[in-house]
C-alpha cells in the first residue's frame, strides 16, 4: 500500500515538473487520447500460413499517430504506453476469439535481438505480453505469458526498407524455441509490435509448431500497408 502509495505521489510530481502529452498526436496529459486510440481498434488480417486460423490480426495500420505512438513507446522509452496498448491487444484477442473461457491460452512474445535489447534497455514485447496476460486474467480468461522464442544472428533493424524476399532470407532460421517442453501440447499465440512482410510471424509460428504447440492465430499491434 505504502509502495503504491509512494508511486502515485511521485507519478503526480513528475506530472507537474515533466508534463506528458499523448504518444501519438502530444494532446496534454494522455498517454494515449481516446482518438489516437481508436486508431488501434481498426482491426486487419494478414496471411499467416502455418496456424490454425491461416491469417494473423492487428489493432492498426502502421501510419500516422499509430506509427508514432507505437515509435515512441518501442525505441523512444515511453513505456506508460505498455498499459494502453496491452489492453488494446487484449480487447484484440478477445474479440477475433484468440481466446476463451475454456483453455488456457499462452501468448508468446516476438523475440528480439540482443542488440534491440541492450539499445532499449528491456524486451519491449515480453513487457507487452505480460501486461496484456495479466489484462486477460483480469477478464477471466486463463492466459499466460510463455517467452519462449530467442532470436539469434538477427542484425537489422524490423522496419525497413527491402522487399519480402530480403526480409524472409534475412530472417530465415533465426527464431528458435529455448525449450520446447515449455509449449509442447500447448495453445500459443504469438504476439509483435509490427508485421511488415509477415516474415517474422512465419518464423515464430514454425518454430512453435516444430516445437510441439498448438499455434491458433498471431497478433500484432500494427501491420505496414
Known amino acids: 500500500m505504502i509502495g503504491a502509495s509512494l508511486r502515485g505521489l511521485l507519478g503526480e510530481a513528475r506530472d507537474v515538473l515533466l508534463p506528458r502529452g499523448c504518444a501519438g498526436c502530444d494532446e496534454p496529459d494522455r ?3 481516446p482518438d489516437c ?3 488501434f481498434s481498426e482491426s486487419g488480417v494478414f ?19 499509430a506509427r508514432r505512438a507505437i515509435l515512441a513507446w518501442k525505441d523512444h522509452g515511453d513505456e506508460e504506453c505498455d498499459a ?7 480487447d484484440l484477442a478477445v474479440r ?11 501468448l508468446v512474445p516476438a523475440p528480439s535481438s540482443a542488440a534491440s535489447m541492450r539499445s532499449r534497455g528491456r524486451w519491449h514485447m515480453r513487457n507487452l505480453v505480460d501486461r496484456t496476460a495479466r489484462v486477460l486474467r483480469d477478464r477471466g480468461f486463463d492466459a499466460v505469458a510463455l517467452p519462449v522464442l530467442r532470436a539469434s544472428g538477427v542484425r537489422s533493424k524490423s522496419v525497413q526498407a527491402g522487399g519480402a524476399a530480403q526480409r524472409a532470407a534475412r530472417i530465415g532460421g533465426n527464431i528458435v524455441v529455448d525449450d520446447p517442453r515449455l509449449c509442447r501440447g500447448g495453445t500459443v499465440v504469438p504476439i509483435d509490435d509490427i508485421v511488415t512482410t509477415g516474415a517474422t510471424m512465419r518464423q515464430c509460428v514454425a518454430a512453435l509448431d516444430a516445437a510441439g504447440a498448438r499455434v491458433l492465430t498471431a497478433l500484432s499491434l500494427a501491420r505496414v500497408p
Do not use: H, N, T
Open 31 to 33: 498517454v494515449l487520447c
Open 37 to 39: 486510440r481508436a486508431l
Open 47 to 65: 496471411a499467416l500460413p502455418g496456424c490454425e486460423a491461416g491469417i494473423g490480426r492487428s489493432c492498426a495500420v502502421y501510419r500516422g499517430r
Open 84 to 90: 494502453p496498448f496491452a489492453e488494446l491487444l487484449a
Open 96 to 106: 477475433c476469439g484468440a481466446v476463451d473461457r475454456d483453455r488456457q491460452i499462452a
